[in-house]
Nanobody, 123 residues
Framework: QVQLVESGGGLVQPGGSLRLSCVVS??????VGWFRQAPGQERKGLSC????????YYADFVKGRFTISRDNVNNTVYLEMKNLKPEDTAVYYC??????????????????WGQGTQVTVSS
């Protein structure tokens, strides 16, 4: 059974930064994606990182502000977020895709999910 545990969420002021972490166990080179769900909205894909070469994919609306990376030694995937805005407020989830050759942040590809971490951007 694959388990993912997110951490790093919290309250941040507009313009601030946060780094989210996602620990994946057991150790395996899955594609990992980050998603978020704001109140009253559907869950959206933000970014993913390929297991084969560590290359990233970003949704257009986060390009330039969010950076995904992975530490294969510690089985951790990070999402660094900068210049945060109130509309970034959401529960952020990471998820693992064990099958795709190239990652895409489409929920249907991800059978394994973490419990989510709340990010609130407010002054």
């Amino acid at each position: 059974q694959v388990q993912l545990v997110e951490s790093g969420g919290g309250l941040v002021q507009p313009g601030g930064s946060l780094r989210l972490s996602c620990v994946v166990s057991p150790s395996h080179f899955y594609n990992v994606g980050w998603f978020r769900q704001a109140p009253g909205q559907e869950r959206k894909g933000l970014s993913c990182i390929n297991s084969a070469d560590g290359s990233p994919y970003y949704a257009d609306f986060v390009k330039g502000r969010f950076t995904i990376s992975r530490d294969n030694v510690n089985n951790t995937v990070y999402l660094e977020m900068k210049n945060l805005k109130p509309e970034d407020t959401a529960v952020y989830y990471c998820a693992a895709d064990p099958k795709s050759r190239r990652c895409l942040p489409h929920q249907i590809l991800y059978p394994y999910w973490g419990q989510g971490t709340q990010v609130t951007v407010s002054s």
